[in-house]
């Protein structure tokens, strides 16, 4: 299974933008869908978004829809979710993801390896 790291997490205003990175090992990480998913303490962890294995198409959950945008670039093993205008709401752990191959993509079951996770806060 691919290992994935993430990177980039820190403590922000709210409105501010972060870049999170996720660096995968293996020389078939372009075969799998990424998805990005977040756990704010007391809380389940959510689905962020996602995107295919060739990066030209990309899914989201509401909560980021015109704020988050995901990118992949195969070449360099790299997953990255640049996050705007975030809120006090986005704090929680940020984890990428790699998709099992079946599955939903908003379902953590869906997919077959995680990251260890980067830590996201934002501040009023």
């Known amino acids: 299974q691919v290992q994935l790291v993430e990177s980039g997490g820190g403590l922000v205003e709210a409105g501010a933008s972060l870049r999170l990175s996720c660096a995968a090992s293996g020389r078939s990480f372009g075969s799998y869908a990424m998805g990005w998913f977040r756990k704010a303490p007391g809380k389940e962890r959510e689905f962020v978004g996602a995107?295919?294995?060739?990066?030209?198409?990309?899914y989201y959950a509401d909560s980021a829809t015109g704020r988050f945008t995901i990118s992949r670039d195969n070449a360099k093993n790299t997953v990255t979710l640049q996050m705007n205008v975030l809120k006090p709401e986005d704090t929680a752990v940020y984890y990428c993801?790699?998709?099992?191959?079946?599955?939903?993509?908003?379902?953590?079951?869906?997919?077959?390896?995680w990251g260890q996770g980067t830590q996201v806060i934002v501040s009023s």
């Open positions: 995107i295919d294995w060739s990066g030209r198409h990309t």
């Open positions: 993801a790699a998709h099992g191959g079946a599955g939903d993509y908003d379902l953590e079951t869906s997919y077959v390896s």
